[in-house]
């Protein structure tokens, strides 16, 4: 079974930084492609920012610039580096991988349970 524990969410003011963590452990999967989506309250979830191992990376047009994304294979880990930071960036963030399954060969989805990021005039 794969987890996804996500970290370093909470209160931040206008124009500060910070950052999330999202830890991803299991066994018999490949980590294909590691990311951030948030969804704020009555909108839509929406894509923050994505990296493929060992590719590209992907960011929404609303953080290009500010925010930075970066993974550690190592640790399975993927970070979020939220810089100069708006009140329209609160919302809860969501942990998202994609994963080929070792045993089916099937690729998989997972989620985190959501961590919240409030930025404060």
């Known amino acids: 079974q794969v987890q996804l524990v996500e970290s370093g969410g909470g209160l931040a003011q206008v124009g500060g930084s910070r950052t999330l963590s999202c830890s991803v452990s299991?066994?018999?999967?490949?980590?294909?492609?590691m990311g951030w989506y948030r969804q704020a309250p009555s909108k839509q979830r929406e894509l923050v920012a994505n990296?493929?191992?060992?590719?590209?990376?992907t960011y929404g047009d609303s953080v290009k610039g500010r925010f930075i994304v970066s993974q550690d294979m190592a640790k399975n880990t993927v970070n979020l580096q939220m810089n100069s930071l708006k009140t329209e960036d609160t919302a809860v963030y969501y942990c998202?991988?994609?994963?080929?399954?070792?045993?089916?060969?099937?690729?998989?989805?997972?989620w985190g349970e959501g961590t919240q990021v409030t930025v404060s005039p």
């Open positions: 299991g066994s018999n999967f490949i980590i294909q492609v």
């Open positions: 990296i493929v191992t060992g590719g590209p990376t």
């Open positions: 998202q991988i994609q994963i080929t399954d070792t045993n089916s060969y099937l690729r998989k989805d997972y």
